[in-house]
């Protein structure tokens, strides 16, 4: 009898670190299910970046370097061209990839760079305690925005995924969420998508996934769960770019 | 056996051609004068070579792009001038921490801020004292002609790969502009096989990561202190060229296009029978402090000491913490786009000279 | 044998063609050299000048105060330049721009230098290439210097003009037989 359930092999057995309702271990567990599917393991390169996602070596059994805040998509860029064959990933949040590191993400989209990123949206700046970060939510009280991010001084928080979908260079691009069952299931679809589009060298594969910080949301787990449905109305789920589809169905 | 092609080459042109020699697979950069010559160029011959072009859409983005290329083990360089390596310092420090093999190329122009397009050697202490933040240290190569040029930058990837640290070519815009013949040599550079060490996909190894950020302070110490025994063991990377004579009383010392002026200076007035001496570092960082003590601890007679650099006096620190106080050391600045003529220094050596006289006396 | 030459004029009249083709001829014919181009603002409409030292030994300096030898292309460069020139120095000075008749201090000058007036302009033209102005300077240069052979020049010329402009290489010799034949014709080279 098989075993339906079990700890993916490229995932490392070190408890995480991450806060009780943190996202960031599912979105882990996700990547790396679907590593083993697509036999990648060996094959891989991951950049790792600034924020509480910089452990990723501790976790993710692949080869793996840190990359400066924001340029994960840079060092990317230069590993994947010096070597094609590896399939690199960048695993960044959203402070990393569109704030100080959007320009490195933007270009690399852009260009077209057979990568895969995946940036996990939690709203906020995570690490460093729960600044505001640029996909703050309007209204949502930060360290920084403490009587609520007021557009107006603030500005709006921009929908990256859309803004990617538009890139001639980007093969694959969605928004995913982890608070239900289902939507994980997506997700990891998602993940999935996003790497065939490296593989089959279509283009840069892009996955944004929304996720929780119930520490500096100021929730306990269950209501930080439920308030991605409140992010959900902002920042719509979606397939907003899929070059992966068409060409896996062509090819049978 | 064949004869060498010997070609009229830039200076940049030659540090691309050493690059090549060396096998140099990815260059990534971004447009800035006074060096655009080699981004040109290695756009041409890169692909020739089953190698890698691509202009960056920044410096942050071209010193990361060698990050991630250099994590793969491959030969990769960048080039800069003076404000687009400013941009790259962050990534100096994480390059060292991560003990990835970067060859990055300074073409000086002047500073601070946007400065200007002429030739400088302002970035002497960016290039020597760290740049980025943390203890960390590149080892820095300060050529003073097309030869060694060609011959340093190739050799740059293979002091990168031995040491698992950076190395900065440091060269000032006229070395960077003039040129003069290159002998495209043969040269053998030793290779580091990056099997040993590198992320070239864990295949049938465990996998392995490499980080610069560590929380627990016993391992940071331990990592510092790991660093810290490889940039003393540099030390023997010290190089230098020194023509010093008994009976010497003034004692030039300069780097890069400087030490070219200097040491036409010096041999005009020593052909009219002047006791004059010079010392040219090659190498910056490891800075040759013993060899230039040494010199001063066996001169017969007490020596003064003069620094001519293309800024306001940055070397001149190095070179007084070389002699220990026992040598009078002489700063002559030379703000940037202010570049003396041999005359000049002729003139200031002159000075000097006389008052080693005059107190003599 | 040490020559240390600047070449200076407007910008596009070829200066640093000039020098550049010098240097490549003269390592040619086996001597060191050092080739210093003025880059940047001063190559827009302005001056442009560029240095080259040619000697036996090894060259320390590419940066020369007094020079042996000037080729002058126009006035300001004659103004600049001229009072740098060394004692028994020579300069080929483009007498289209340059007129001897207009220099005050003619005889002075001739005493101290040896001048050799070559209206470039004119002998380019007369080929019907007023752009190769420079190249007959280069020709002068050729006759009075005998740093580099013919046979050097014209290898040199090959590998600067490259194949996609090697329709170029015709009239460039042209204009170089040009300025060599009037100094053979005007002044007596020893």
Known sequence: MSKPFQVPKSLKKNPFHYCPGCQHGVAHRLVCEVIDELGIQDKSLAISSIGCSVFLYFYIDVDMTEAPHGRACAAATGAKRARPDLMVFTYQGDGDFAAIGFNESFQAAARGEKITSIMINNNIYGMTGGQASPTTLPGQKTTTTPAGRDPETFGYPPKIAEILATLEGVAYSARVALNSPKRIVEAKKAIKNAFLAQIKNLGFGFVEILSTCPINWKMDPVSAVKAVDKVIEYFPLGIFKDKVTPFLKNLK | MKKDKKILAKGVEAIVFGALEAECKCYFGYPITPQNDIPELMSRELPKRGGVFLQAESELAAINMILGACATGARAMTSSSSPGISLMCESFSYLAALEFPAVVVNVMRGGPGLGGIETSQGDYFQATKGSGHGDFRFLVLAPSNAQEAYELTAKAFELAEKYRNPVMVLLDAILGQMKEPLVLKKLKIKKYPPETWALTGAKGRNSRFFRSLFLDAEELKQHNLKLMKKYQSMQKEIRYEAKIEEGDMVLVVAFGSMARLANEAIEDLRNKGYQVGYFRPITLYPFPYKPLKEIVTQAKKPLKILVPEQNCGQMVEDVKLAVEGKAEVISLPYPPSVVPFPEDLKKEIKKCLNLSKSRKV | ?190
């Open chain 3, 1 to 190: 044998m040490r020559l240390e030459l600047i070449i200076a004029g407007f910008g596009g009249q070829g200066v640093l063609f000039t020098g550049n083709l010098i240097a490549q001829a003269s390592m040619l014919a086996d001597y060191h050299v050092t080739y210093l181009p003025v880059y940047g603002p001063e190559m827009r409409g302005g001056t442009c000048n560029c240095t080259v030292v040619i000697s036996k030994k090894t060259i320390a300096s590419p940066l020369v105060l007094n020079p042996s030898f000037l080729i002058i292309l126009n006035l300001p460069s004659f103004l600049k330049f001229l009072p740098r020139l060394k004692n028994k120095g020579k300069a080929i000075i483009n007498s289209d721009l340059v007129k001897p008749e207009e220099i005050d201090n003619l005889e002075v000058l001739q005493k101290k230098h040896k001048l050799y007036f070559v209206p470039v302009n004119s002998l380019a033209e007369s080929l019907g290439k007023p752009m190769l102005a420079n190249i007959c300077a280069l020709g002068a240069f050729y006759k009075i210097s005998k740093i580099f052979s013919k046979q050097n020049f014209e290898e040199a010329l090959k590998y600067m003009l490259g194949e996609s402009k090697a329709h170029l290489i015709e009239p460039n010799l042209k204009a170089f037989e040009l300025g060599s034949k009037y100094i053979e014709e005007h002044y007596q080279i020893r």
